[in-house]
């Protein structure tokens, strides 16, 4: 379990999506020149709202064919991609080259109250979007009892 500082400075424990997963960024080859490649950690940020987690990546220059979002057994929700190199042509002078091209893949485990069969993405300016739907919770009925006396 993570802890998250709260701007009212109170500690609270936290459910935490990314624990139990090592970095994906030993799982692929680095760049040409032996770098890391940085896209291959792509940027996510995730919210819960009271109907939904949301998750939304960065993914600049990808087309949607290029982007893969997949839902394992065990409430594993998966995004992964490719970004190509670009093509060179033989009288092409490169001055500088930062950004990087190859594979990259993000794992976040989904509570249990998400609607696995719902869920959606979209990818529109760059940004991946994925909506979990989550379980409605039901309220617990009150029920008044008569006091006898």
Excluded: C, Y
Aim: charged share 35%; net charge negative.
């Amino acid at each position: 379990m993570s802890m998250i500082l709260r701007p009212s400075g109170i500690f609270d424990s936290l459910w935490d999506p990314f624990e139990g997963f090592t970095s994906a960024l030993s799982a692929f080859p680095a760049a040409p020149g032996n770098e890391p490649a940085a896209f291959v950690n792509a940027r996510v940020d995730w919210k819960e709202t009271p109907e939904a987690h949301v998750f939304k990546a960065d993914l600049p220059g990808l087309k949607k064919e290029e982007v893969k979002v997949e839902v394992e057994d065990g409430r594993i929700l998966q995004i992964s991609g490719e970004r190509s190199k670009e093509q060179e042509e033989k009288n092409d002078k490169w001055h500088r080259i930062e950004r990087s091209s190859g594979k990259f893949v993000r794992r976040f485990r989904l509570p249990e109250n998400a609607k696995l069969d719902q869920v959606k993405a979209s990818l529109e300016n760059g940004v991946l979007t994925v909506t979990v739907p989550k379980e409605e919770v039901k309220k617990p009925e009150v029920k008044a009892i008569e006091i006898s006396g």
